[in-house]
C-alpha cells in the first residue's frame, strides 16, 4: 500500500475511472450507498469467483447455495436477531450527531476492552471520562439506547404485526435453514460446508468510509458442519484458510493479523477477525467463529423440525456444531484497492498511479491499442480474438502515452499495441503494467500468454 494514499484519493480515483459510484448521484446521493461502475463490478466479481473456486469449487466437502433474502420472520426470532440485534447508541444533544457508544470508548482508550462491557458500564466510563463529542467538542450526551440494526418492511397489502418482513442481516441463516435439504440431496457426510455469496442489509448507527461500512453490502460466508470433538481443529483450520486466501489475493502480511475475541457471545465456543490495515487504520476485514450448536438447536426449537444427523458409520446421533467464516465482498474489495494502489515515480520525474492488482483480479485482462486511428481495423481483429476468452478494454483515442497511464489507473496487466509492423507480420507489443516493459509477440500466441499469466 502506498504511504500517500488517503480514503479521499481512493475515492476520487474510484470515480474518475468508473469503480465505484455515489449510489443515485444524480439525485445528490443516497447516503452510504454505492453503485459499482463497469470496472469496479469485474473487479468484485473476481474477487467472488475467486473466494467460490478455493471455497467451494476446489473442496468436495463444500456446497453453494443461493438462498431467499426475505425469509420467514421465525427465522429471525430463532437467531436471536428480532431480540438483540442492536448496538449503543447514543446522540449529542448539542450538534445532534449520533455516535456508538462502544466505538466513541475504543477511539479515546484504546485498551478499554468495550466488548466486555454492558450498557451501563459504557455510560459510566463514558461520564467519568467525561468523553466528548468528536463532532462538536460538546460533553452533552442522551443516554444509551439500544438501535434496531434490522431494516423491516411489510409484506402484503394490509400492515399490521404478523406482516412484517426483515431485510436479512446476514447470509448464513439461509444455509442454516437449508441444512437438512444439502445433506439429503447431495447425501453430504457430516463434517460438510454450505457457502453462499449474497447480499445483506444492516440499519448501521454509523455507516461510512466509502465501502467500509454501509447499509446494503454482500458478504462471502460459509458455514462448516461438524462432530464437536473434531469442530476446534476445523475453527484453526479455517483461520489459516481464510489468512492464506487473502495473502493470495495480494494483501501482505505487514497489513494483515489475528484478532482473537475475548468476550463471546454466550454459545459461542472461540471467535477471531482478520483485520487489514485500511487507509482508515486496522480494521476487521472478515471473521471466523466457533458457533457450537446453537444454530441448528434454535431452528430444531423453533421449526420443529430435527436438525440431527445420524453419522451412518458410527450410528451416533447429534446436532452438528458449526464454524462459521464470514468476509464482505465489498470491504474486501476496498482492502484489495488500497493494497494495490501505488504513486509511482518515473525516471522522466513524472508520477503514475498504478493499480497492482494480481492479474487474475484485474477488471480488464488486456487493453488493445492502435498506435494510429487507420490502424483500428487491424486493432478490431485482435480485439474479437482476445475478447472472446477475457475482459478487454480497447481504446484508439489519445496519445498513446495517456492510454497507458489510463489502463494503468485500472490496473489492467497488458496492453497490446498495434502498430504498422503489425500490418505486415501479424506481430503486436505487448506491455507489462508493473514493469513497464514491451516485448513483440505474434498474434496468435496472445492468448496462451495471457491465459498463463492470470492463472489463479
Ligand atoms: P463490524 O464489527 O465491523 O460491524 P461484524 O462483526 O458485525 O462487523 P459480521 O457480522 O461478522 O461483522 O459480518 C461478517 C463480515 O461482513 C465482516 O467481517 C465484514 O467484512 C462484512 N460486513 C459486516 N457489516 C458490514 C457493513 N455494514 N458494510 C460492509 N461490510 C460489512
Not at 476496498?334 to 494495490?340: C, D, G
Not at 509492423?421 to 503486436?428: A, G, K, R, Y
Not at 496472445?446 to 499469466?453: C, E, G, H, P, T
Request: some cysteine; aromatic content about 12%; charged content about 30%.
Amino acid at each position: 500500500m502506498d504511504k500517500n494514499l488517503t480514503m479521499e484519493k481512493l475515492v476520487n480515483l474510484c470515480k474518475a475511472r468508473g469503480f465505484v459510484f455515489q449510489g443515485s448521484e444524480i439525485y445528490g446521493g443516497f447516503a452510504n450507498t454505492w453503485d459499482f461502475g463497469p470496472v469496479g463490478v469485474e473487479l468484485k466479481n473476481n474477487i467472488k469467483k475467486a473466494w467460490w473456486k478455493r471455497f467451494v469449487q476446489e473442496d468436495p466437502m463444500a456446497y453453494g447455495v443461493d438462498a431467499a433474502i426475505l425469509m420467514n420472520p421465525r427465522v429471525w426470532e430463532a437467531s436471536g436477531h428480532v431480540q438483540s440485534f442492536s448496538d449503543p447508541q447514543l446522540d449529542c444533544k448539542s450538534c445532534k450527531y449520533r455516535f456508538r457508544a462502544d466505538n466513541l470508548i475504543e477511539e479515546k482508550f484504546k485498551d478499554v476492552d468495550v466488548e466486555r462491557m454492558t450498557t451501563k458500564e459504557m455510560e459510566d466510563y463514558i461520564n467519568e471520562h467525561k468523553i466528548k463529542c468528536p463532532h462538536c467538542g460538546n460533553f452533552n450526551w442522551t443516554p444509551i439506547r439500544q438501535f434496531k440494526l434490522m431494516f423491516e418492511t411489510s409484506r402484503g397489502t394490509v400492515e399490521g404485526e404478523k406482516d412484517i418482513v426483515y431485510l436479512r442481516p446476514e447470509t448464513c441463516q439461509g444455509e442454516y435453514v437449508n441444512f437438512l435439504n444439502v445433506q439429503r440431496t447431495m447425501r453430504a457426510k457430516v463434517p460438510f460446508a454450505i457457502a453462499q455469496i449474497g447480499k445483506s442489509f444492516r440499519n448501521e448507527i454509523t455507516p461510512g468510509n466509502f465501502l467500509f461500512r454501509t447499509v446494503e453490502f454482500e458478504q462471502m460466508e460459509l458455514q462448516m458442519f461438524c462432530h464437536p470433538n473434531e469442530s476446534m481443529d476445523i475453527y484453526n483450520k479455517y483461520k489459516e484458510r481464510a489468512m492464506n486466501f487473502v495473502e493470495e489475493l495480494g494483501l501482505t502480511k505487514d497489513n494483515l493479523r489475528f484478532h482473537d475475541h475475548e468476550k463471546l457471545a454466550h454459545y459461542a465456543k472461540a471467535a477471531c477477525d482478520i483485520q487489514y490495515q485500511f487507509p482508515i487504520g486496522w480494521q476487521e476485514l472478515n471473521g471466523i467463529h466457533h458457533r457450537g450448536d446453537w444454530d441448528l438447536s434454535r431452528h430444531s426449537e423453533f421449526s420443529g423440525k430435527n436438525m440431527e444427523y445420524l453419522d451412518p458409520y458410527t450410528n451416533e446421533k447429534y446436532l452438528p456444531n458449526v464454524i462459521e467464516y464470514s468476509i464482505g465482498a465489498d470491504r474486501l474489495t476496498l482492502a484489495i484497492m488500497s493494497e494495490a494502489y501505488e504513486e509511482e515515480t518515473l525516471e522522466n520525474g513524472e508520477t503514475r498511479v498504478v493499480m497492482h492488482f494480481k492479474p487474475f483480479l484485474a477488471p480488464f485482462k488486456v487493453a488493445v491499442l492502435p498506435l494510429q486511428k487507420n490502424l483500428s481495423e487491424k486493432a478490431k481483429e485482435v480485439y474479437k480474438i482476445l475478447s472472446k476468452e477475457f475482459m478487454c478494454d480497447y481504446d484508439e483515442a489519445g496519445s498513446i502515452g495517456k492510454r497507458y497511464r489510463r489502463q494503468d489507473e485500472i490496473g489492467t496487466p497488458y496492453c497490446v499495441t498495434i502498430d504498422f509492423d503489425t500490418l505486415e507480420n501479424n506481430t503486436v507489443t505487448i506491455r507489462d503494467r508493473d514493469t513497464m516493459e514491451q516485448i513483440r509477440l505474434p498474434i496468435q500466441d496472445l492468448v496462451s500468454y495471457i491465459q498463463k499469466a492470470i492463472k489463479f
